[in-house]
């Protein structure tokens, strides 16, 4: 018989394809990620923003769903195709040098073997000098063939180094939030799932921060998507200011932000939050094309205490409730899941 959760996810599944089914979206399992995480409501305040948007518009783009809920990546596909290709003809490359240098030294064998047969056979000093002249010619050509293996053999070493190295900083990009540097989406929904496995593993704590800032579409709609941008960055930049050890921070899209945060304590995390929060209030704000000052910023956040045995998304789900009744009353504040306000969200 199925079991509760069984019934429950695919319910949620049922109605994330009866959203892209109603809105014509594709049937791609990104547009199915997006929509799967709307039916759970993981994050009712990105469902809020999805929810207006229909309402207002009439539709939401798949562009703004995956912008949304933070599953849209740059297609890298052709850069890896590329660079597994480069990896590929330098790996051939080697192994025709190292076919030469085997032809080399058979070659060379074969020389000694001929040498050491006419050694047998000769007895006059005319004979053997012949012989000696032959076999330091052969070394001769031996070590010539090593030169020429040998810088080969490191030109292609530095040019799969080379390689190695775009890899790895495509990897990292895959990873990382290209305003900010903070993780992006995917790179949380990673460490999440890898501290929960911890957590539960060592029977530590975990705690988790989700902070947006407040108005920030008034900020965009006054002064425009750059200094949005920039405000951006110096928020993400306060929030690492406050990270530590195997603390992850990442941008979640918009103006969402997470912290995860592994054997921390509730109270700790809720400290932590609002040591950001009051960071950011602090700061100056500036536009800088014409120094016009933006006003003060200000953020409301989340915080849970992961539970043993749940959910990713139902963690995540208890922060942003939290989040939510952070902004009911009166933003700019940071309420915990066992704070009295939050079980009025």
């Known amino acids: 018989m199925p079991s509760d959760e069984h019934i429950r996810t695919v319910a949620f599944a049922d109605l994330a394809l009866s959203k892209i089914r109603d809105l014509n979206h594709p049937a791609d399992p990104r547009s199915y990620a997006s929509w799967f995480t709307y039916a759970a409501n993981c994050s009712p305040t990105q469902n809020r923003i999805a929810d207006?948007?229909?309402?207002?518009?009439?539709?939401?783009?798949?562009?703004?769903?995956?912008?949304?809920?933070?599953?849209?990546?740059?297609?890298?596909?052709?850069?890896?195709?590329?660079l597994a290709a480069g990896v590929a003809d330098e790996v051939e490359q080697v192994m025709a040098m190292?076919?030469?240098?085997?032809?080399?030294?058979?070659?060379?064998?074969?020389?000694?073997?001929?040498?050491?047969?006419?050694?047998?056979?000769?007895?006059?000093?005319?004979?053997?000098?012949?012989?000696?002249?032959?076999?330091?010619?052969?070394?001769?050509?031996?070590?010539?063939?090593?030169?020429?293996?040998?810088?080969?053999?490191?030109?292609s070493r530095q040019e799969i180094h080379q390689l190695q190295e775009k890899v790895e900083t495509l990897r990292l990009d895959s990873l990382t939030d290209a305003l900010t540097l903070l993780a992006n989406r995917k790179s949380f929904d990673?460490?999440?799932?890898?501290?929960?496995?911890?957590?539960?593993?060592?029977?530590?704590?975990?705690?988790?921060?989700?902070?947006?800032?407040?108005h920030f579409k008034k900020?965009?709609?006054?002064?425009?998507?750059?200094?949005?941008?920039?405000?951006?960055?110096?928020?993400?930049?306060?929030?690492?200011?406050?990270?530590?050890g195997d603390d992850t921070a990442a941008r979640l899209g918009g103006e969402a932000f997470a912290v995860i945060l592994p054997r921390t304590q509730l109270a700790a995390a809720v400290t932590i939050a609002d040591q950001i929060r009051a960071r950011v209030m602090g700061i100056r704000?500036?536009?800088?094309?014409?120094?016009e000052s933006l006003g003060s910023v200000t953020m409301?956040?989340?915080?849970?205490?992961?539970?043993?045995?749940?959910?990713?998304?139902?963690?995540?789900?208890?922060?942003?409730?939290?989040?939510?009744?952070?902004?009911?009353n009166g933003r700019n504040r940071v309420i915990g899941e066992r704070d009295p306000l939050a079980a009025t969200a």
Request: charged share 25%; hydrophobic share 35%; proline share 2%.
């Open 52 to 82: 207006q948007t229909v309402a207002r518009a009439g539709t939401i783009s798949p562009a703004e769903l995956e912008q949304l809920y933070g599953y849209a990546q740059p297609d890298r596909s052709d850069n890896v195709n590329k």
């Open 300 to 328: 409301s956040a989340g915080v849970a205490v992961y539970r043993r045995g749940e959910y990713p998304w139902t963690f995540l789900q208890r922060a942003d409730t939290c989040l939510y009744a952070a902004k009911r």
């Open 190 to 214: 990673r460490e999440l799932e890898r501290c929960i496995g911890e957590a539960d593993l060592r029977n530590h704590e975990l705690s988790l921060l989700l902070l947006d800032i407040d």
């Open 98 to 155: 190292i076919d030469v240098a085997v032809g080399t030294v058979a070659t060379y064998r074969d020389d000694l073997t001929h040498v050491t047969q006419q050694l047998d056979r000769t007895q006059d000093r005319d004979g053997l000098r012949a012989i000696v002249d032959s076999l330091v010619q052969a070394t001769k050509s031996m070590e010539a063939a090593n030169q020429v293996l040998t810088g080969s053999l490191k030109s």
């Open 285 to 291: 704000f500036m536009k800088r094309s014409t120094g």
């Open 219 to 244: 900020i965009n709609d006054t002064f425009g998507h750059m200094a949005g941008d920039e405000v951006l960055r110096v928020v993400a930049h306060s929030i690492k200011h406050y990270v530590k």
